[in-house]
């Protein structure tokens, strides 16, 4: 157990919904990132969250968004979606000074 | 960041230490080898990480050659549940802005 939760662990949905997928992080961890895991691409980095801010992005959608809370927390926004939104979300927390990135367990996301 | 080279899989037999090598050839001098392994899509574990000295902790050892352009993760005696994807990731020291950069890994199979 890595500390880092997530929640819903399975979604599914229908194309054009919206969904929210949320993340806490580990305690007192400043830095949330989020990634997706699809079979045919592999795991990509999306964003990057540091103490509320936007830190870094990656090959994150128009129709995607995040934000992270006063309390840590950060929720990964998607929209507009389409079948090949369908993956694994994982959410991954860092201390501050650290570099290693602790996972959470996923959301899998189904789109029909 | 440092494009790193893994085969693609390997087998090891229960019991025995499982050797798993990373080629870094363009790895700069202040960035880190990190190895994460993911079983079964379950979040990416975070297993160790080193700068240029041998690192060992209580899930493996990681081996740096002097030049720094190759690395071994050394499970010393492997189970059936250390059968996953293994990823050897470089990443300057900075987590402000940088992100894990995730290749295809090398899938170890444990045998009985």
């Known amino acids: 157990d890595s500390g880092v939760t997530q929640t819903p662990k399975h979604l599914i949905t229908a194309t054009g919904q919206r969904v929210t997928l949320r993340c806490s992080p580990r305690?007192?961890?400043?830095?949330v990132y989020w990634y997706q895991q699809s079979l045919d691409q592999g795991l990509q980095f999306l964003i990057q969250?540091?103490?509320?801010?936007?830190?870094a992005k990656g090959n994150i959608l128009e129709r995607f968004s995040a934000q992270q809370f006063p309390d840590l927390h950060s929720e990964l926004n998607l929209s507009s979606l389409e079948l090949g939104d369908s993956a694994l979300y994982f959410c991954?927390?860092?201390?501050?000074?650290?570099?290693?990135?602790?996972f959470g367990p996923g959301t899998r996301l189904t789109v029909l | 960041d440092a494009k790193t080279t893994q085969p693609t899989s390997m087998d090891c037999a229960e019991g025995r230490a499982a050797n798993l090598p990373c080629n870094h050839s363009?790895?700069?001098?202040?960035?880190?080898v990190y190895w994460y392994r993911q079983i079964h899509s379950q979040g990416p574990q975070y297993i160790i990480h080193?700068?240029?000295n041998n690192e060992t902790n209580e899930m493996a050892s990681l081996i740096i050659t002097e030049d720094r352009k190759s690395s071994t993760l050394i499970l010393p005696h492997a189970t059936l549940r250390d059968t996953a994807v293994y990823y050897c990731?470089?990443?300057?020291?900075?987590?402000?802005?940088?992100?894990?950069?995730f290749g295809p890994g090398t899938r170890l199979s444990v045998l009985p």
């Open positions: 991954a927390s860092s201390p501050h000074g650290r570099n290693e990135q602790f």
């Open positions: 305690s007192g961890d400043l830095s």
């Open positions: 969250y540091y103490n509320g801010e936007e830190r």
């Open positions: 363009t790895i700069s001098g202040n960035e880190y």
């Open positions: 080193g700068l240029k």
């Open positions: 990731i470089v990443r300057g020291p900075d987590n402000y802005g940088q992100n894990f950069v």
